[in-house]
């Protein structure tokens, strides 16, 4: 079983930075898509963005195009997300998900989800 994990999540003003960080068991992220969503308490899930496997090719929201950055560093195990110029509505809480194809996560679709982490934007 792959168990993704999140990190990073915390406490910013608006305006500032966080970068999530995800991982997974085994060290199988590389073989994966990846995907970050958010989700705030009975709303459903939101797609955030997402990587192919290789990394040349990522996808984003248009709330967070020019706002966010996805990346992965393979060597490493990791995918990252770069929030930056935050605001009161990004705050949620954000997992990662894996899945064999960026197409499957636009549209909600993974093989794998991790628990999450919470990001809380104070105005």
């Known amino acids: 079983q792959v168990q993704p994990v999140e990190s990073g999540g915390g406490l910013v003003q608006a305006g500032g930075s966080l970068r999530l960080s995800c991982t997974a068991s085994g060290r199988t992220i590389g073989r994966y898509a990846v995907g970050w969503f958010r989700q705030t308490p009975g709303k459903e899930p939101e797609f955030v963005a997402a990587?192919?496997?290789?990394?040349?090719?990522?996808n984003y929201a248009d709330s967070v195009k020019d706002r966010f950055t996805i990346s992965r560093d393979n060597a490493n195990y990791r995918v990252y997300l770069q929030m930056n110029s935050l605001k009161p509505e990004d705050a949620a809480v954000y997992y990662c998900?894996?899945?064999?194809?960026?197409?499957?996560?636009?549209?909600?679709?993974?093989?794998?989800r991790g628990q999450g982490t919470q990001v809380t934007v104070s105005s």
């Open positions: 990587i192919s496997w290789s990394g040349d090719s990522t």
């Open positions: 998900a894996l899945s064999a194809a960026t197409s499957s996560l636009r549209i909600g679709r993974a093989d794998y």
